[in-house]
Antibody, heavy 118, light 110 residues
Framework: QVQLVQSGAEVKKPGASVRLSCEAS????????MHWVRQAPGQGLEWMGR????????NYPQKFQGRVTMTRDTPTSTVYVELNSLRSEDTAIYYC???????????WGQGTLVTVSS | QPALTQPASVSGSPGQSITISCAGT?????????VSWYQQHPGRVPKLMIY???QRPSGVSHRFSGSKSGNTASLTISGLQDDDEADYYC??????????FGGGTKLTVL
């Protein structure tokens, strides 16, 4: 069965960077796009970007361009997201999500809480 | 400000039907049949309920259906059950090669 297992919670200071991981299993990892979606406490879902199956290209919304980097490692079936220049507004649960081949989010990781606080 | 507009809340009694709207633009909802809906219970991970405007993933109840007219998509839940009480989010692919979400709708089963 498809599983996306994310790394553990992080606490960071403003201005720092955070790198989250997501290990996939149960399907051919190198044939699916992967996305990252975040959710601030009590708020809605926000798309952060996606990475192609090969890792050759990424798409980021303008809001995150220059501050986010997504990568993936095929041998370990792991996708990563790095967010720089953290601020308190980045406090959220971050989800890695598989794209189900029809531009939807069909499987979600369990989420990683990132807390940004001085 | 979410790109897609959903009502903040809807409610219905068990057995009734409700519809949640999701208003977008000609650059997202109106341009592509790539609208999807997600159910999220408190403290839980979102779950895909509808994709491609009206397709149901395997295992999702037939009580959930989706449609689209112009720039507005809709999710209808028939035969409301207690377990349907959750937050619902719509999402759409956009002409900017990006995805947008609605602000979410809290469904209360009375």
């Amino acid at each position: 069965q498809v599983q996306l297992v994310q790394s553990g919670a992080e606490v960071k200071k403003p201005g720092a960077s955070v790198r989250l991981s997501c290990e996939a299993s149960g399907y051919p990892f190198n044939t699916y796009y992967m996305h990252w979606v975040r959710q601030a406490p009590g708020q809605g879902l926000e798309w952060m970007g996606r990475i192609s199956p090969s890792g050759d290209f990424t798409n980021y919304p303008q809001k995150f361009q220059g501050r986010v980097t997504m990568t993936r490692d095929t041998p370990t079936s792991t996708v990563y997201v790095e967010l720089n220049s953290l601020r308190s507004e980045d406090t959220a649960i971050y989800y890695c999500v598989r794209d189900g081949h029809t531009w939807n989010f069909d499987y979600w990781g369990q989420g990683t809480l990132v807390t940004v606080s001085s | 400000q979410p790109a897609l507009t959903q009502p903040a809340s809807v409610s219905g009694s068990p057995g009734q039907s409700i519809t949640i709207s999701c208003a977008g633009t000609s650059s997202d909802v109106g341009a592509y049949n790539y609208v999807s809906w997600y159910q999220q219970h408190p403290g839980r991970v979102p779950k895909l309920m509808i994709y491609g405007v009206s397709q149901r993933p395997s295992g999702v109840s037939h009580r959930f259906s989706g449609s689209k007219s112009g720039n507005t998509a809709s999710l209808t839940i028939s035969g409301l059950q207690d377990d349907d009480e959750a937050d619902y989010y719509c999402s759409s692919y956009t002409s900017s090669t990006s995805w947008v979400f609605g602000g979410g709708t809290k469904l209360t089963v009375l």
